[in-house]
């Protein structure tokens, strides 16, 4: 079950005051239904059924003050995992479920950058500097890849 956001990492960023994060809205209804309870497994107590409309998943950029939608960018599908990263410069990175690491501009959601990792990414991407040169790194299956960003 999943929607909205969840588990995946959010970032705001200092420099354009919005806060950034992965969404999947689809509709859902749960319906209760007879189960009995065994020790050990999951127990739900009911099933979730769709409504038949179209699940829509983006990378959003949000005004924290009014809750106003500043962009959405399009991706095949939500992730309860994967997250973004917000950094200066009006960079966002933004880590997908199938696979792709995207870099898009932090005003605008414009796409700067794709790298397609090859296997599903479960985490946010992150950042670090060596000897003053910043990196963003993220783990896909498992192989970890990382990137010096342009000095």
């Known amino acids: 079950m999943g929607g909205g956001t969840n588990w995946q990492a959010p970032s705001y960023s200092q420099d354009t005051g919005w806060f950034y994060l992965e969404t999947q809205e689809s509709g859902q209804r749960y319906v209760r239904t007879p189960a ?3 020790a050990g497994k999951v127990f739900m107590g009911g099933q979730t059924l769709g409504l038949g409309e179209p699940t829509v998943a983006s990378i959003k950029a949000l005004d ?3 809750g106003d939608v500043k962009w959405a960018y399009p991706i095949t599908r939500g992730s309860l995992s994967a997250g973004v990263l917000s950094t200066g410069g009006n960079l966002l990175f933004a880590a997908t479920s199938e696979g792709n690491l995207l870099a898009l501009h932090a005003r605008t959601g414009a796409l700067l ?4 990792a090859g296997g599903a ?3 946010a991407p992150m950042s670090y500097a060596v ?3 910043q990196f963003i790194a993220v783990t896909a299956a498992s192989v970890l890849y990382s990137f010096a960003l342009p000095e």
Not at 113 to 116: E, G, L, P
């Open 36 to 38: 009995a309870y065994e």
């Open 64 to 66: 924290p003050e009014t």
């Open 113 to 116: 950058w794709r790298f397609q």
């Open 121 to 123: 990414i479960t985490s």
């Open 131 to 133: 000897d003053g040169r």
